[in-house]
């Protein structure tokens, strides 16, 4: 009896032996399984829905959200270039996060359509837990990718400390804003950075101390912001710092008085500047 109890305890516990044998195994086969999903490049691509949306991007000081349809043959061309530059830009610093949302869904869509009104896909760039909305304007390969998000991640506008600096960043082809701040002023350097924030996705800006350091144009006294460009008279001075009236300024003097609307990609400022105004 008491033999009897005792194999059956026995057998009891290789019975309890082989279950934790088989447990551990299916946990290590699960946790590989899982390594294979973090290692996948899909995992690197957030994905979102109309449950968590507006709670995630309030969240982030800057998401990129691709809205997509999965029938739609663009979509997949950009699906793999997609996450690719997340795995990149995954370990940048700042960090850039791209995330998804899938518009045949109803819900989803309902809120897409708050952002996307010109079909699928469609980037865009969450800034300040969405208080801005940027349309991506970067190509749809991965090396274009990664280098305009990660453009964008930087501060919005580069200061230039010495001649290198402003030889890099105006480099007579495209249009670039300067802040030129021979005095500090706060609220006009607010406005300027203001000013930065939204018009970053369509001009260079950039600001410095010293007038001296800028390439063309003369010094000034007070807080300026000078427009280069590359045709007509190569640049244009201006004062007011009132948000309104920086925006017309640039706006007004940012056209060429001879587009060239061809292909060249130097040209797209231009062509988007056309295309938008009203
Ligand atoms: C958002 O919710 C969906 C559906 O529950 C989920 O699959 C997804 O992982 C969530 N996204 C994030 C980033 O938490
Ligand atoms: C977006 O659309 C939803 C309806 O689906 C609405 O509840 C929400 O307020 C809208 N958000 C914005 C920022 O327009
Ligand atoms: C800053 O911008 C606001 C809004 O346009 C304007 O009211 C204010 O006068 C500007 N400040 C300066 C110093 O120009």
């Known amino acids: 009896m008491v033999r009897k109890l005792g194999v059956k305890a026995n057998s009891g516990s290789i019975f309890t ?3 934790v044998v088989v447990v551990t195994l299916l946990a290590v086969s699960a946790e590989n399984e899982g390594d294979k999903i973090v290692q996948s490049k899909e ?7 109309h449950t968590n949306f507006s709670d995630i991007i309030s969240h982030h000081k800057m998401i990129v959200v691709e809205f997509y349809a999965p029938w739609c043959g663009y979509c997949q ?7 690719q530059a997340a795995s990149v830009l995954n370990s940048h610093d700042p960090l850039v996060i791209l995330a998804k949302m899938d518009t045949t869904i109803p819900e989803n869509a309902a809120l897409a359509r708050n952002y996307t009104l010109n079909g699928v896909p469609n980037i865009r760039i969450f800034r300040n837990g969405g208080k801005t909305v940027h349309e991506y304007k970067g190509t749809r390969e991965t090396e274009g990718i990664i ?21 890099n960043l105006i480099d007579g082809k495209k249009i670039v804003v300067a802040g030129i701040f021979p005095e500090l002023s706060l609220e006009k350097i607010q406005n300027f950075t203001a000013l930065a924030e939204d018009l970053r996705v369509d001009y260079d800006i950039v600001h410095t ?25 190569l640049y244009a001075d201006f004062d007011d710092f009132q948000l309104e009236a920086m925006q017309n300024f640039i706006g007004e003097t940012s056209v060429p008085i001879m587009a060239f609307l061809d292909d060249n990609p130097e040209n797209q400022q231009f062509v988007n500047h056309f295309l938008h105004s009203p």
Not at 77 to 83: F, I
Request: glycine fraction near 4%; avoid cysteine.
């Open 147 to 167: 280098a305009y998000l990660t453009k964008h991640a930087g501060p919005a506008s580069l200061e230039i400390k010495s001649k290198e600096d402003a030889a």
């Open 209 to 233: 101390l010293d007038a001296k350091l800028l390439p063309r144009g003369g010094l000034v006294h007070k807080p300026s912001i000078r427009l280069f460009k590359p045709f007509d008279e």
């Open 17 to 19: 032996t082989l279950l």
């Open 77 to 83: 061309q950009l699906k793999p270039k997609y996450e």
């Open 43 to 49: 995992e690197f691509v957030w994905t979102l829905d």
